[in-house]
């Protein structure tokens, strides 16, 4: 009944977390409706134009890489910090100011940014994966035995 | 990663899911607009009997996220709530709708959250970072962890290889000889063995061939404390390879799994003491004895005393703030509660114990629990009995402060429904009943374990306690005379008259208790009496106790 942490833990999360992060990540990148819908998200607390546009490419990648890094297991520390603090960065947003009206219909899953309450359990997923680490079939453990 | 069992790992997750599941589950069961509003959306999904799904879903929700918030139960918490979740991910998907839709809006007018239901994204994480906990557990700050760090039971029952029973005697013999210098388990090293024993069954107690019982208590995770005991076990392959279903040292823990038995009943007079605690307080009073015993400090203790000098502090000192005195107060209520709660109900909880043993026993012919009726005579003739008792069956008392009994007993399969009531009942005794060091005003109880083997043709009895074995049979004959009653009642040939037949009583015991190879105590001079002093002692001196200050205060002396 009471088993310590193993290595299996982190994985059925980071998977998760992994595939949703490229979804979204992908989304912005790669299609005209994810790129423009973050356009219009970040309009809702003033960045726009030039700014808006460089910001979801960055966003954009950030995310697809982490997903992927995430898949894989790789680096897990590192993109879980650095998505936490974005995932943080957030929050505070919509606390201020609330949610952003989505754009062209385009207000569900992967698309549509985080609510509150996802946003706070993707800030534990990602802590989870901070302190318990990447786990099984990852690059981090294939480096650490290795 | 962390390999400790007070992982943080998991904590983040529990807390936040923890709370967001009660703060869903919340309204669902406790208001009405909630709970229309689940039934709304339960009917918007298709799912069957809405009406009777929603106090369902509502209470794996609200009770699954206070066990997860709390660190309790987790794993089936976390269970049953991938299956409601799941349920409904898998009914929106079912709707056509996806990915746009599926999951249904509150019911009007209500909106956002509480009220939402997680949609795919969403319940994805949730369900992944609840298989995660499943897997690695509820971690630190948890009622899981608070309770890892007590005692527990290890019983492993193995069957010998044949052939090997002689060589593996002479191991046993030599492990017993020096438990902690000897070349294959060295007890002492391990710092986690409290007590431990192995002890060789004979054909009588086994169905084919020779078996070995390896019993010890421990405190913490089964996996630390295996790693433990092959760390300090040098000839670990030499010992265990006498035995069936062991390969290597890479494959103990295995091993230990696949073989290890489960207490049915389990005792511990302190559960939550550590060896190291134990030790460190004996060494403490030992200490102070030795200052109190020296010459002038014993001379000043009688005259003039520490009364004055306490005197004087308290008059210069006063008396402490009112909001210490209330903390201390407050501080003392849980335990006092407890006491008060235990006066009340272990009384007629003991006389339905007494009663439910005594079923189909023949108290009235047996009704003297000393038989020799306090004739100076017939006491003597009854002593010169058990002796002649102890020498029939070899019982001997060659540990002068601990000792161990292994007692293996055949159970009639006509009684095992009522012997399994009786284990099912036992905790509300064992761990309820008395305080810490006592059970039944018996504090001479280190542990004690009921194991049952063989899918229940034998009761095992493992104990560990202080002083002579005929001491401790004295002990249960006084005051726990329902206690192996309860049990051994449903074993063949016990005595109909069961610890009340005292001479029979004491005989049945004498020919079922096996002599162990291997005896270990980690702390062979410390009696539960012993224990029991040392917290007094010991407790308050090393409450809030500031090792600078002392420093300071001892230069400036």
Request: glycine share 10%.
């Amino acid at each position: 009944m009471f088993r310590k942490w193993n290595d299996w833990a982190p994985v059925p999360l980071r998977l998760v977390l992994g595939a949703s992060y490229t979804a979204a990540g992908f989304l912005k990148l790669f299609t005209n409706g994810g790129h423009m819908n973050f356009v219009v998200e970040l309009g809702h607390w003033g960045v726009t134009g030039t700014l808006a546009d460089v910001l979801t490419w960055f966003v954009g990648a950030l995310e697809f890489a982490s997903g992927l890094l995430l898949l894989v297991g790789a680096f897990a520390a590192v993109v879980a910090i650095v998505q936490a603090l974005s995932t943080i960065t957030l929050i505070i947003a919509l606390y201020i100011s609330g949610s952003p009206a989505p754009y062209d219909g385009l207000g569900y899953f992967p698309y549509v940014l985080p609510d509150l309450p996802y946003s706070w359990a993707i800030l534990a997923g990602l802590l989870t994966v901070l302190f318990g680490g990447a786990g099984k079939f990852s690059v981090d453990d294939l480096r650490k035995s290795s | 990663m962390s390999d400790k069992g007070n992982s943080i790992a998991p904590v983040p997750l529990r807390l936040i899911f923890g709370a967001y599941l009660v703060i869903t589950g919340y309204p669902k069961l406790f208001t009405s607009i909630g709970h229309q509003n689940i039934v709304y959306q339960l009917g918007q999904l298709k799912i069957p009997l809405p009406e009777v799904v929603s106090w369902g879903v509502g209470s794996i929700a609200f009770f699954g996220g206070l066990l997860l918030f709390l660190g309790i139960f987790v794993q089936w918490a976390a269970a049953l709530n991938i299956f409601s979740i799941g349920g409904h991910f898998l009914f929106a998907l079912m709707s056509g709708r996806f990915p746009s839709g599926g999951y249904p809006a509150p019911m009007p007018p209500l909106n956002g959250f509480p009220y939402t239901m997680p949609e795919y994204g969403f319940s994805l994480l949730l369900m992944g970072g609840l298989a995660t906990v499943i897997l690695g557990g509820a971690g630190a700050c948890s009622y899981a962890s608070w309770r890892l760090r007590r005692q527990f039971f290890m019983t492993i029952v193995a069957r010998i290889k044949p052939a090997e029973e002689p060589a593996l005697r002479t191991i046993l013999k030599a492990i017993n000889d020096d438990p902690l210098n000897n070349r294959y388990m060295q007890f002492g090293r391990d710092g986690i063995t409290h007590f431990a024993r192995i002890v060789i069954l004979q054909e009588q107690d086994s169905d084919r061939g020779p078996r070995l019982i390896f019993a010890t208590s421990y405190n913490g995770y089964l996996e630390d404390y295996v790693d433990a005991l092959a760390g300090a076990s040098p000839g670990l392959d030499e010992v265990w390879n006498k035995c069936e279903g062991y390969s290597s040292a890479d494959g103990f823990l295995a091993f230990v799994r696949k073989y290890s038995v489960p207490s049915a009943v389990q005792y511990f007079g302190f559960p939550s003491a550590t060896v190291e605690k134990v030790r460190l307080m004996a060494a403490l009073r030992r200490r102070l004895e030795r200052f109190l015993d020296l010459p002038d400090v014993s001379g000043f203790l009688m005259h003039p005393g520490v009364k004055p000098f306490l005197d004087l502090l308290s008059r210069f000192a006063g008396s402490p703030p009112w909001i210490y005195r209330l903390w201390v107060w407050l501080s003392g209520l849980p335990s006092a509660l407890v006491a008060a709660l235990r006066s009340v109900f272990v009384p007629p909880l003991l006389d339905v114990v007494q009663a439910f043993g005594g079923i189909g026993m023949n108290y009235t012919t047996f009704s003297r629990v000393d038989n020799t009726g306090g004739d100076p005579t017939a006491q003597l003739q009854y002593v010169a009995q058990r002796q002649a008792l102890e020498d029939t069956y070899n019982i001997k008392d060659d540990q002068p402060k601990q000792n161990q009994m292994t007692l293996i007993a055949e159970v009639r399969p006509t009684r095992l429904l009522r012997l399994w009531l009786a284990i099912l009942a036992a905790p509300l005794v064992t761990v309820f009943a008395y305080p810490p060091g006592n059970i039944a005003n018996v504090h001479t109880l280190h542990s004690f374990a009921f194991v049952v083997l063989d899918g229940g043709k034998r009761l095992a009895f493992l104990a560990f306690f202080d002083g002579s074995l005929e001491n401790y049979l004295g002990d249960f004959l006084d005051k726990l005379i329902w206690g192996l009653d309860t049990f051994y009642n449903n074993c063949y040939d016990y005595p109909e008259g069961g610890m009340r037949q005292v001479d029979t009583f004491v005989k049945w015991i004498y020919e079922r208790n096996r002599a162990p190879s291997v005896f270990y105590s980690a702390y062979p001079e410390v009696t539960v009496e012993h224990i029991l002093r040392d917290q007094q002692v010991v407790g308050p001196l090393a409450a809030h106790f500031d090792r600078k200050a002392v420093d300071g205060w001892l230069r400036a002396l």
